[in-house]
């Protein structure tokens, strides 16, 4: 058993991501999502999808990216 690094909770099924070098330790998704998940540089939400990188920041989607950076050219892809 290893214990979450988000919520402390100590579960037998618990599961490892390896990201960047670290160990990270989760009890579920939605912990994982937490910790990991980068935040949009515009709106403030956790980029759970896809996501658009412009220049090295993050956003969750076009719309935010062009109305943060002014990027031009970047489309969701639908």
Request: some cysteine.
């Amino acid at each position: 058993m290893a214990r979450c690094e988000v919520c402390g909770n100590d579960y037998g099924m618990s599961f490892e991501v390896h990201a960047q070098g670290a160990v990270h330790v989760f009890d579920c998704f939605a912990c994982a999502i937490h910790r990991m998940a980068p935040i949009c540089e515009h709106c403030r939400v956790q980029i759970i999808g896809q996501g658009v990188e412009v220049e090295g920041h993050w956003f969750c989607g076009a719309h935010c990216a062009r109305a943060e950076r002014g990027a031009v050219g970047i489309v969701d892809a639908v």
